[in-house]
């Protein structure tokens, strides 16, 4: 009961197997030959590329710029040469124009990175500019350009700026060691955070399951002399949802269809806020990120810091390379993450876990009628019936599907997760929300 | 990179849930009944079981063929379908009759909606309904259940009035006691006071009823074993049989209001297997928190009406079967609230 404890109604209990990664260091993974920097990796409009074939590029040199308010530039994630720029195979499964940069291995970074003893005066608009110019996007892997969400309109008073540590995806564990490893960075950046939005104060969540990092985000705020609280939060998917979050946390109700902006909250992974902290004070850009490159079917399992654009197959061959037996390659974790069909595709910065599953876990039983159980009722942490969306979309009726609320899914894939009859619903709602979408632009 | 990978949109892992998993699991916590059936009521209600599954089971192989639809008679369905039918009759039935029984429940309660997950009502129940309907003289003797142990056959039982008869009919005499001799009147009282006294008999099993619903503490140790793997929730059982418990206590009494004898109510007559084992079926109850709350009080209504003024002793089937039909209106009217809540102009 949501009352009663830090938690949402709904949800599941998905095996963790955090255990295959969780001990282990962040490890730097040696940068790749070629990095393959797609101008889109964030939700919005794509950047334009700024370099052309043959230019020489520093670390930290952007190579696009934004294409809009709602968009982020990308950087060069390693020091050489601009060898083309041309579509390229992206993570979504698509082609899209990237910049690809072949390594010169010597490293060197652009002139003006490095500490900024001013940045403690700093105002919000500077802030606000660097953390876009560094192209940062939520790194908890949804990837909404960060500033945008630091930019509410001025009647949408925030008092909360929650930092999300849940990592409630099973597998993952990046977050988990970054806020073992990285702790006084990601609390600082959340300081900047809390200035930049006026907040009043600042909350981080973090699941049981992760208590070590709970007692050293806690000490460390002592040390520090922070006002900030970290809650300890039930383990349960999908605790790492932005509404269910701030509903553990703060017990407010995001209204349907609204943003947390709406009940006076912003929620920030906590890799981001480790990347506005970088941004602000080094004015660094964000060129890698930390991933758990986990599952059965990789040789080594361990949490890497990555550059951007490095490759899956680059990643791999880190790890040991893929087992004999793999069978599916998962960007993400195992419940919201994307399916991968070419190993060329680099990693982005939303990539937060690269799964490899072995062939027995790739493939679902075939699908069968739908016996009415309400497993899929009772689990959806939305109040939706996925069980009815998912018919109404088979059947086209998408009117139907909008009445019964299909928009508010947020694909945590809890329904599909407890369904008996191995119905892909997350499969059919997804469709049957593009098509709603589609009649809605239609409409107006 | 030659080696082609699985693609597919997520989750891509699951829980290690099927539907025979489901149906297997209902059948295993059903089998302590059964075992107290054979024990009480002896061998011929093993045949009886037997000659149902055997049936149910065929009959969907059957039909499937015809239909020329994948074979899923073993998904387990069928074979509960069948077990439950079994449940339902007398153990002095003709052993033809679990037979028809279950093809009627198969073929016209399952079948013909399209099979599996499609039929509007519980195929047992429909099943058990026909048969009564039909030869309702056979479905209404029962024998008394005494521990045989065996070797009494069949044939030489002895019959009995369930205990939901003899308060039917007790009450019946008490209600127009001008019509009846001081005697019969006395007696009627007498009955009841009798049947209120031997709750012990009822809890373990030691009645006349039909072949699944007599021993109470069996059919609970299965509910719990079913609540436990989360296959059946509290609200249907809870509130049908907490439903008809607060009727029976305000209404069900001969001597005016809240004098009636909930317990007896309870563990009477076909309640337990019916709110734990049918009233459940996940086919078809609904799938809200509201709508199956309001399914069980339904349930128990019906139930606790036609026990005391309908023509029958026992209304659990009927009321169960009644409550089937609105289960797609229970759905649509009790629809959950979004998280969060609408705006008011969407």
């Known amino acids: 009961m949501a009352f009663l404890s830090k938690s949402f109604s709904g949800g599941i209990h998905p095996p963790e197997h955090k255990k295959l990664t969780e001990f ?52 060069a994630t390693v020091s050489g040469t601009v060898k083309t720029v041309e579509p390229r195979p992206h993570p979504l499964g ?57 930019s509410p309109p001025p009647d949408k008073k925030i008092d909360t700026l929650i930092v999300n540590g849940a990592e409630c995806e099973p597998y993952l564990t990046s977050d988990h060691r970054l806020m073992l490893e990285e702790t006084e960075k990601i609390l600082r950046g959340m300081q900047i955070l809390v200035r930049v939005l006026g907040a009043k104060t600042g909350a981080i969540g973090v699941e049981k399951n992760k208590m070590d990092a709970v007692k050293a985000l806690r000490q460390k705020i002592a040390e520090l002399n922070l006002p900030y609280k970290v809650y300890a939060l039930h383990v349960k998917y999908p605790q790492g949802a932005e509404k269910q979050l701030i509903n553990a946390i703060v017990n407010r109700r995001v ?3 609204g943003l947390p902006m709406d009940v006076g909250c912003v929620v920030q992974n906590v890799g981001t806020a480790a990347a506005v902290y970088d941004a602000v004070v080094y004015n660094r850009p964000l060129i890698d990120r930390v991933v ?95 069980k009815m969306l998912g018919q109404f979309v088979k059947y086209e009726r998408f009117d139907s599907a909008q009445a019964y609320n299909i928009l508010d899914c947020i694909e945590c894939g809890s329904c599909a997760f407890v369904c008996p009859a191995h119905i892909n619903l997350v499969h059919w709602i997804k469709y049957g929300k593009l098509k709603v979408i589609q009649k809605q632009k239609k409409a107006s | 990179m030659d080696k082609k990978y699985f693609v597919s949109s ?138 045989r142990g065996g070797t009494v056959s069949g044939i030489d039982m002895m019959t009995n009035a369930t205990p939901l008869n003899v308060l039917k009919s007790a009450q019946g005499i008490l209600a127009n006691p001008q019509q009846f001799t001081p005697e019969q009147t006395r007696e009627a009282g007498e009955a009841i006071g009798k049947l209120y006294d031997s709750l012990d008999k009822l809890f373990m099993g030691q ?81 809200t928190f509201r709508g199956r709350l309001y399914f069980g009080i339904g349930c128990g209504m019906i139930t606790f009406v036609i026990r005391r003024i309908g023509g029958y002793p026992e209304g659990v089937s009927y009321s169960i079967l009644l409550m089937n039909l609105l289960t797609p209106l229970l759905d649509r009217w009790t629809r959950p609230k979004v998280f969060g809540g609408r705006k008011k102009n969407e």
């Open chain 1, 255 to 257: 209204p349907a269809g």
């Open chain 1, 292 to 386: 758990t490159i986990t599952g059965n079917g990789i040789n080594k399992p361990q949490n890497m810091l990555i550059r951007i654009g490095t490759p899956f197959s680059h990643v791999f061959e880190q790890c040991g390379g893929l087992k004999e037996n793999a069978g599916k390659v998962i960007m993400g974790g195992p419940m919201m993450g994307l399916a991968q069909s070419n190993l060329d595709a680099p990693v982005i910065k939303g990539t937060s876990g690269l799964l490899v599953l072995n062939e027995k876990q790739s493939h679902r039983q075939e699908e069968q009628p739908c016996i009415s159980c309400a497993h899929c009722v009772d689990a959806c942490p939305m109040g939706l019936m996925p």
């Open chain 2, 10 to 147: 997520s989750p891509h892992v699951f829980a290690n849930d099927s539907i025979p998993k489901i149906m297997y699991t209902v059948v295993l916590a059903l089998v302590p009944a059964g075992i107290g059936a054979i024990y009480y009521f002896g061998p011929r209600a093993l045949w009886i079981i037997l000659i149902a599954i055997v049936s149910a089971v065929a009959t969907e192989a059957l039909l499937q063929k015809l239909m020329k639809r994948s074979l899923t008679a073993w998904d387990g369905s069928a074979i509960l379908t069948g077990l439950l039918l079994a449940y339902n009759v007398a153990p002095s039935v003709p052993l033809w009759m679990p037979a028809v029984g279950s093809f009627f429940a198969i073929a016209v309660g399952k079948m013909v909606f399209g099979g599996l997950g499609y039929n509007p009502m519980n195929p047992a129940l429909l099943g058990r309904a026909f048969l009564l309907a039909s030869w309702p003289t056979h479905m209404t003797i029962f024998t008394d259940a005494v521990p």
């Open chain 1, 94 to 150: 698509t082609k899209v124009l990237s910049v690809v940069i072949e390594n010169d291995s010597e490293n060197k970074w652009r002139q003006d990175v490095g500490f900024d003893s001013s940045y403690q005066e700093l105002d919000k608009k500077e802030i606000l500019r660097r953390i876009q110019a560094a192209g940062i996007a939520g790194m908890g892997g949804a990837t909404f350009p960060t500033h945008v969400k630091l």
């Open chain 1, 24 to 75: 282990f260091k962040i490890e730097n993974c040696p940068p790749p030959e070629e990095v393959v920097v797609p101008v889109q990796q964030h939700i919005g409009a794509p950047s334009r590329p700024i370099v052309e074939k043959g230019d020489a590029v520093l670390i930290g040199d952007p190579i696009s710029e934004s294409g809009g308010f709602v968009s982020v530039p990308s950087h």
């Open chain 2, 207 to 287: 009645i006349g009823g039909c072949i699944g619903e007599t021993s109470v503490i069996l059919l609970l140790i299965g509910a719990a074993y079913l609540m436990y793997k989360r296959y059946i929730g509290w609200k249907v059982p809870f509130t049908f049989i907490g439903t008809v418990a607060l009727l029976s206590w305000i209404f069900g009494g001969t001597e005016g209001l809240f004098t009636g004898n909930p317990i007896f109510h309870i563990l009477s007559g076909g309640l337990i297997l019916g709110a734990f084992y049918m009233a459940t079926d996940m086919v078809t109850s609904p799938v």
